[in-house]
């Protein structure tokens, strides 16, 4: 069964930094977009991040832009998420998904990594 799992989670101040990663071993990795979601208790799930699998396109939800980066390093088989100037409103579950480039049927989600900003 193919596995992503998110690390990296854990408890950060207001104004801090964090960075998450997304491992799929058991994937062909560099075929695959990637992005971030988020889910914060009692809300509706919210894209964060997405990154072509190429590395030429990135994207960002408008509550992270300036903020977060994404990038990939198709040779470790992990995607990261870099989280600078960390606010509560960023306390969520993040959850890495993998899209098949060249079919959007096959997907896979991560089980999450939960992120705490808090003072």
């Known amino acids: 069964q193919v596995q992503i799992v998110e690390t990296g989670g854990g408890l950060a101040r207001p104004g801090g930094s964090l960075t998450l990663s997304c491992a799929a071993p058991?994937?062909?990795?560099?075929?695959?977009?990637l992005s971030w979601y988020r889910q914060a208790p009692g809300k509706e799930r919210e894209f964060v991040a997405r990154l072509t699998r190429d590395g030429n396109g990135e994207t960002y939800g408008d509550s992270v832009k300036g903020r977060f980066t994404i990038s990939r390093d198709d040779a470790k088989k992990t995607a990261y998420l870099q989280m600078n100037n960390l606010d509560t409103e960023d306390t969520a579950t993040y959850y890495c998904?993998?899209?098949?480039?060249?079919?959007?049927?096959?997907?896979?989600w991560g089980k999450g990594t939960t992120v705490t900003v808090s003072s």
């Open positions: 998904n993998a899209v098949f480039a060249f079919n959007s049927d096959l997907f896979y």
């Open positions: 058991g994937i062909g990795f560099s075929l695959y977009h």
